[in-house]
């Protein structure tokens, strides 16, 4: 099969398309011929080597396609299924957080960037019909990561106002969405005035400058001064701020570092604001069939930035390393 196979970190350029034997099926495993894939930022830190991973491996995260084969005890799934993919291995039978051995699809297992990929028969779930197979490849990582942030983590509700930082990548885009349609009002940053303009035309309710003077109190003024009550934050260093933008007992709810590895926050605005904060990453299979059954009733569709061809994967990971798109790249494999 065809495959873009990891020998090395480095550039986008280090992103080569080669041949790589078909994987067969291991007891209690399928294997999905895929359709497409989609790029996430944790594939970009595996290519630069921000997230070990052992070399050779197939990066990716996200997939969408038909299932080919089975192995020995694979259950629930048939030959010709057209399928979505799970990218939370061994996260365990508890739903307050993965349990040790939890990995995460793409490094260092071996990906969705391939023709072929062998997965567990429990990381296969029925495609949304109503999605094309670059929306269903575009939904696992991003959008099982937004559900959990704002369903199980922070336990949304109608009517509450969410902030999402950062509006454009995969994650704040399904967070956008994911609120809309539970009855939240949106307020999202960034510092594209495009972006921001795109954001207007999905439902948000206003747009931010975080680049702008004052921008903290731009979004309170924008709740009438009482603060939103959910902040949904990637960044880290942009902690303070987010408390900051809160109500008193807001939730703010965080997923990444993409600001950096740590995060420095005056105690007295947690204690004296009644602020929770809640540490979430991926999802579980709950999680997930909670996330595709919305998407079955629901009729938002996930945002596609662009696609491109399996060989192109490297003009793709400069452009989600240059932050430069709204929605998801996809790979068409």
Same mark, same amino acid.
């Given at each position: ?14 992103? *080569? ?7 067969? !099926? ?6 999905? @011929? /895929? ?19 052992? /070399? ?37 039978g508890g739903e307050d957080a993965p349990e040790p051995g939890f990995r995460i699809l793409?490094?260092? $297992?071996?990906?969705?960037? +391939? ?19 670059? @929306?269903?490849? +575009? ?8 559900? *959990? ?10 009517? @509450? ?14 967070? /956008? ?16 005035q495009a972006k921001l303009d795109a954001a207007r035309d999905l439902g948000a309710e ?37 408390v900051a933008c809160l109500r008193p007992g807001g939730r703010l709810v965080v997923f990444?570092?993409?600001?950096? !590895? ?9 204690? &004296?604001?009644?602020?929770?904060? /809640?540490?979430?990453? &991926? ?15 629901? +009729? ?23 932050? $430069? ?9």
């Amino acid at each position: 099969m065809n495959a873009i196979q990891l020998t090395e970190t480095g550039p986008p350029e280090v992103l *080569r398309i080669s041949a790589v034997p078909d994987p067969e !099926p291991r007891p209690g495993e399928v294997v999905v @011929e /895929l359709r497409a894939a989609a790029l996430n930022r944790r594939d970009v830190f595996v290519r630069k080597g921000v997230a070990k991973s052992p /070399l050779p491996v197939i990066p990716g995260s996200d997939g969408a396609g038909v299932v080919r084969s089975l192995g020995p005890g694979a259950s629930g799934v048939a030959e010709g299924d057209e399928v979505v993919i799970l990218p939370s291995l061994a996260w365990g039978g508890g739903e307050d957080a993965p349990e040790p051995g939890f990995r995460i699809l793409g490094g260092p $297992d071996d990906g969705t960037y +391939a023709e072929l990929i062998r997965i567990p028969a429990e990381n296969v779930f029925p495609r949304p019909r109503r999605l094309s197979w670059q @929306e269903a490849a +575009a939904l696992p990582l991003a959008g099982l990561t937004a559900w *959990r942030a704002l369903i199980s983590r922070a336990r949304l509700r109608p009517g @509450e106002t969410v902030l999402v930082l950062g509006i454009g990548g995969g994650v704040a885009t399904f967070a /956008l969405h994911i609120a809309r349609a539970a009855g939240a009002r949106v307020i999202v940053t960034s510092s594209s005035q495009a972006k921001l303009d795109a954001a207007r035309d999905l439902g948000a309710e206003a747009g931010v400058d975080y680049t702008g003077e004052g921008w903290v109190d731009a979004v309170r003024e924008g709740t009438g001064g009482r603060g939103v009550d959910v902040v949904v934050d990637s960044v880290g260093t942009t902690w303070p701020d987010s408390v900051a933008c809160l109500r008193p007992g807001g939730r703010l709810v965080v997923f990444g570092g993409t600001g950096g !590895p740590k995060a420095e926050l005056p105690v007295r605005s947690v204690t &004296m604001g009644q602020v929770s904060i /809640l540490g979430t990453t &991926m999802g579980s299979p709950r999680d997930f069939r909670g996330l595709l059954t919305a998407v079955e009733c629901q +009729a938002w569709t996930p945002v596609i930035d662009s696609v491109r061809p399996l060989a192109e994967a490297a003009e793709a990971h400069a452009r989600e390393e240059a932050g $430069d798109h709204f929605g998801k790249l996809v790979l068409s494999t």
